[in-house]
């Protein structure tokens, strides 16, 4: 990859005017952490403040973690950038077009890149932080407390309000201080441009025309009715800047501060400029350079210089008429160690309460943004079916969406552990300096593919697992032989351990053991080990976990038809519960329970005719009724289970109970594996949201009237109480539970779905639920659910090398203390998100280790230990951690942490933190790492050239809009499902595959390649399939040719398409059965003459 990183083509890079902004306006955040406290305001003394000696510009100020609300550990944010030195040089250029807030300052890099992802926030909703800011009523600035950073220009605090009640500011020269009041409708003259008259932007509804030079008469403001001429320059006479005792208004700011180039003995507060020269007209002496300052009129001619982060007008570029001189250094449109001034109104980007909108926005290219589609394509034909060695510390694994064969050879398989970057920063300054965030992605049961080696068993006896002393990690690839072999040194705490008799082996004229290949924890990354009794819970051995089918009987689920329908689908879906590799039946034991405003316990003990039921009505003190008969052996109990499996549909086949209980169900389910002493699962089947009275019991607080306020994280808190009782009690029991839902109203999923976010359990929800339309979808997910691998009564820890260690953990997890993680079980699909933390240097030498241990049961009853191993690289240089990121880890992290922060935190401030975090990454990259190049052009990391794309895509996921339009359940079940998602999940749902089915073969089985997310890929002839790993949605267009629906749905036309049929057409139709095997259908319309088959 090139130092230059992803050039984005021009008509992409151009800045947006009027996107977002820049600065710090009225109720903004800056940036901050994730639940993080407010910066107080401190004001400073009356009568002004001082300019202090100014700084040479720096890297952007490092922010404030956003993951950890307790630490800080990215550092605290100063909302402005250091600018760069100004140049000596005179100004005057020819005029150039007039082009409305042209003559203000350039933003930094970060605001610039935060403008350029607002302009590709292309959706119908989503409002989010990056598009402009609505017209409002001037409102106080956001308060914060500025503070200082090394290497950067002091901070500022902002001016006392003059008696006009107008706060304003200036830069200050020379020591002098100056205020005024904002102007009316008066008129100001901006810096003079080679002679002619040019009107600068408009403010507030006024007019200011650019001064002449040359002998020319440029009129002031006028201040109270009066006309005040300014000082001459060069033997010239103009009536601008006031003199001495006279007041200078700039145009004002929609409730923010202004500033106003004050002349020789007066005085103004404001940010310092480095060596005391004014960007705008010279006055009494002084120097100017660079483009005018804010405040001051009159159009900038040219790009910014390289480096720079600035808007650039569209259609300037380097060939463009020259103007001001362009500055060196990294931030333009400020001076050096100052802080920059916000938007001024009429100015493009200006915050609410500006008096005017800039020029209108111009819309981006498409096909100049990075595509994601193309990166993936990429990849694919670059790794896609090659062998993956692990071989190489640090290296870099294929994308999630390549096919790739994986050959562990010391390092666990990308399957398993992910990482956000695989080089570590050596030093927490750089951590901070970069923003990237340090995370892993665990994926502990991840699926292994036929065609790679599952992982291998180690038993060692009684002895059990070699493990450190002191730190207690297990023995791993990364442990170094010395002494013969009679010591090894822990690769994670640097202790020297004993070589028990048993293990010693002596080692070769490398220092390896002789037995290195023959032994899967010294050459693996991933394996297990058998786990004696000093593992297992009371030191008793563990018993083969149970299954407790729960099924809600009351009217709406007997009604629907669903009783029925799971009952004829247990009988065969029970042959297939889990079972260890070469036995010849599961281990696992069943247990059935049915429900409404009491409980039925059922007893099928094999010796039985005909099974037993046994009803408890007292909910508020549930028991189990019954310990033998209740949780049995489907193979041996397979007659009984059958009868009772047919007698349920009937039996409450005429029952009006409407009303059911939720709480104890889930109570009774633990205390039924306590009896038994197991840990097991539950899988609930429930309809309504329960409102008997019982334990538990939920009213309807779905308030639309919340949406958009900071209230709104009240929708998504779950109810404590008896709810967060019951998940410390399934953890304590390894019970874990699944929620199958079939709502027909609100249901507070936010409440019902904590227990089996805190389990390792799933929700699943079928919204008016049908049989016809929604059976067969839903048999597949309990199919699926039920015949996964899964492990039970899991704790896992992640131990890493000296330097850095784990400090947070997103998942369905659950955590008594800060190291161990507790899960009542761990399936195939679930992923722990773990944040990583600097707490010392790190060496480039000798890396960094991690391994993540996982004790659990197995579905055969065995006590296990599964080991993954990761090494990465350090370095001290930012490029090097560059090079190595990946962009799907990344926004898997930025996903997790959002969605735990909406519980906290405004959903605006959410939003504006990502957009703010992102900037800041991609700004330090083109600081640090990418060679000089106009302000104009974006520049990209090669591994991070479509992050912008999928954050944007984070933005407008349903958790994070603010719409009344969006069910208050929908969006709490989308946000429980992504915190236990892992990478491919979290790529897939963020940036979906669409699919143009009208270029497939009719009579083949290749897939079209995906095409971009755009409507603009949406063509009225073609037929394009939606998919994002939740949903399918067919999109026809209405000029569909006729062979296409032909060999869709066995129809002559479009015409002849009715909703109601589409399912049965499409199944009689080999290309239209491909695709539709198991989906939902349900049929919507998008636009006159279009329609769109929701198909999941």
Not at 464 to 478: Q, S
Not at 708 to 718: I, M, V
Not at 952 to 972: F, H, Y
């Amino acid at each position: 990859m090139s130092q230059q990183g992803y050039v984005a083509a021009p008509p992409y890079s151009q800045a947006q005017p009027g996107a977002m902004g820049y600065g710090p306006g009225p109720n903004q955040h800056t940036y901050g952490h994730y639940g993080g406290q407010q910066q107080a305001f401190s004001p400073p003394p009356p009568g002004g403040m001082k300019s202090p000696g100014s700084s040479p510009g720096g890297p952007p100020p490092p922010a404030q973690s956003h993951y950890n609300p307790s630490a800080q550990q990215n550092g605290s944010h100063v909302p402005g950038f250091p600018g760069a030195p100004a140049s000596s040089v005179g100004y005057g250029a020819p005029p150039q077009t007039q082009y409305p807030g042209m003559g203000q300052q350039a933003p930094p890099p970060a605001k610039q890149l935060t403008n350029q992802m607002g302009a590709m926030n292309l959706g119908n909703y989503a409002p989010g932080p990056m598009q402009s800011p609505p017209q409002a009523s001037p409102a106080a600035p956001q308060p914060f407390q500025p503070t200082s950073h090394p290497g950067m220009g002091p901070q500022m605090s902002p001016h006392p309000s003059t008696p006009g009640g107008m706060p304003m500011t200036g830069p200050p020269m020379a020591g002098h201080q100056m205020s005024g009041p904002p102007m009316g409708a008066s008129q100001m003259s901006g810096p003079p441009m080679g002679g002619p008259q040019m009107p600068g932007p408009p403010m507030g509804g006024s007019q200011m025309p650019g001064p002449p030079m040359g002998g020319s008469q440029m009129p002031g403001p006028p201040m109270g009715g009066s006309q005040m001429t300014g000082p001459p320059m060069a033997g010239q006479q103009m009536s601008g800047p006031p003199m001495a005792g006279q007041q200078m208004s700039g145009p004002p700011m929609g409730g923010a501060q202004m500033s106003g180039p004050p002349m020789g003995g007066h005085q103004m507060a404001g940010p310092p400029m480095a060596g005391q020269q004014m960007s705008g007209p010279p006055m009494a002496g002084q120097q100017m350079s660079g483009p005018p300052m804010a405040g001051m009129g009159g159009p900038y001619a040219g790009p910014p210089g390289p480096g720079l982060g600035g808007y650039q007008q569209p259609g300037l570029g380097p060939n463009s008429p020259s103007g001001y001189p362009q500055q060196q250094g990294q931030f333009g449109g400020q001076m050096a160690g100052g802080q920059m001034a916000g938007p001024q109104p009429g100015f493009p980007g200006a915050f609410p309460g500006s008096a005017m909108a800039g020029p209108p926005q111009k819309k981006l290219d498409p096909d100049s943004i990075p595509s994601p589609t193309q990166v993936i394509e990429d990849d694919q034909a670059k790794r896609g079916g090659q062998v993956y060695a692990t071989n190489v510390r640090g290296q870099v694994p294929p994308l999630v969406t390549t096919d790739f064969t994986v050959q562990d050879q010391g390092n666990a398989s990308p399957r398993f552990m992910r990482c956000t970057t695989y080089t570590l920063p050596c030093t927490a300054e750089l951590a901070k300096q970069c923003q990237v965030p340090l995370a892993t992605i665990i994926k502990p049961f991840a699926v292994v593919p036929k065609n790679e080696t599952p992982l291998y068993l180690v038993n060692h006896g009684e002895t059990g697992p070699i493990r450190c002393n002191r730190c207690k990690a297990y023995m791993c690839p990364y442990m170094q032989f010395i002494d013969g072999g009679r010591r090894f040194q822990c690769a994670f705490c640097n202790c020297v351990n004993e070589v028990p008799v048993f293990y010693f082996q002596h080692l070769d004229h490398m220092g390896r053991r002789m037995d290195f290949y023959e032994r899967p924890e010294l050459s693996l990354g991933s394996y297990e080990f058998s786990a004696t009794l000093d593992y297992c819970k009371n030191n008793k051995p563990a018993s083969a976990p149970a299954y407790i089918f729960m099924i809600d009987v009351s009217f709406t689920n007997i009604k629907s038809g669903l009783v029925r329908l799971l009952c004829d689908e247990l009988k065969t879906l029970l042959d297939n519960l889990p079972r260890e590799e070469g036995a010849e039946s599961s281990a696992i034991k069943v247990g059935f329970v049915t429900y409404n405003k009491i409980l039925h316990f059922y007893n099928v003990k094999s010796a039985l005719a005909q099974p037993q039921m046994m009803v408890v009505s007292d909910t508020a003190e549930m028991f189990v009724p019954l310990l033998d008969g209740f949780l049995v052996s489907y193979a041996e109990s397979r007659a009984v289970i059958h009868n009772l499996l047919d007698q349920i549909p009937d039996m409450f086949a005429d029952t009006n109970e409407s009303e059911t209980v939720f709480a104890p169900v889930i109570q009774a389910g633990v205390e039924a594996l306590k009896a038994a002493e197991c840990s097991g699962k539950l899988f609930i089947f429930h309809a309504s949201i329960p409102t008997a009275e019982a334990p538990g019991k939920l009213k309807n607080r779905d308030d639309k009237k919340l949406v958009s306020t900071d209230k709104e994280k009240t929708l998504f808190h779950p109810v404590k109480g008896v709810y967060e009782q019951l998940s410390k009690d399934c953890v304590a029991q390894g019970c874990s539970v699944d929620l199958f839902l079939f709502p027909s109203q609100y249901l507070d999923i936010a409440t019902m779905g904590d227990v089996p976010a805190h389990t390792g359990g799933a929700v699943y929800k079928y919204s008016n639920f049908q049989v016809e339309t929604d059976g067969e979808h839903f048999l597949r997910d309990l199919r699926k659910d039920v015949e996964k691998p899964i492990g039970f009564d899991a704790i896992m820890r992640v131990r890493t090398s000296t330097g850095f260690r784990a400090t947070d953990f997103f998942g369905g997890v659950y955590m008594n203390n800060t190291t161990d993680v507790e899960l009542a079980a761990v399936d195939c699909d679930h992923a722990i998100t773990v944040e990583l933390k600097h707490d010392d240097t790190l060496s480039e030498e000798t890396g960094a280790f991690m391994q993540c241990a996982l004790l659990y049961t197995t579905v055969g009853g065995q006590r296990r230990l599964r080991v993954h191993n990761l090494s990465l690289n350090c370095s001290s240089q930012l490029m090097e951690l560059f090079k190595s990121c990946e962009t799907d880890s990344l926004i898997n992290f930025f996903a997790k942490t959002a969605y735990r922060a909406i519980l906290k935190q405004p959903l605006k401030s959410v939003r504006e933190i990502l957009v703010n975090q992102t900037a800041h990454m991609l700004a330090c990259y083109r600081k640090n790492c990418a060679s000089p190049s106009a302000a104009s052009q974006l520049i990209l990391p090669e591994t991070m050239k479509v992050f912008p794309v999928y954050m944007n895509s984070l933005m407008k996921t349903a958790p994070l809009v603010g719409s009344t339009e969006l069910s208050t359940d929908d969006r709490a079940h989308q946000r429980l499902a992504v915190m236990a998602m892992g990478v491919e999940d979290t790529q897939l749902l963020l940036y979906p595959r669409l699919i143009p089915l009208h270029n497939m073969e009719l009579e083949g089985e290749a897939v079209p390649s995906p095409l971009r997310c755009s409507e603009d890929r949406l063509s009225d002839g073609g037929a394009f399939l939606l998919e994002n790993g939740h949903a399918l949605f067919l999109w026809l267009g209405q000029a569909c040719p006729p062979e296409l629906i032909q060999g869709l749905f066995n129809l002559p036309s479009l015409a002849h398409l009715q909703p109601n049929t589409i399912a049965e057409h499409m199944q009689q139709r080999p290309l239209g059965s491909h695709f539709l095997v198991g989906r939902r259908i349900r049929c919507n319309p998008v636009a006159p003459g279009h329609g769109a088959v929701r198909l999941r």
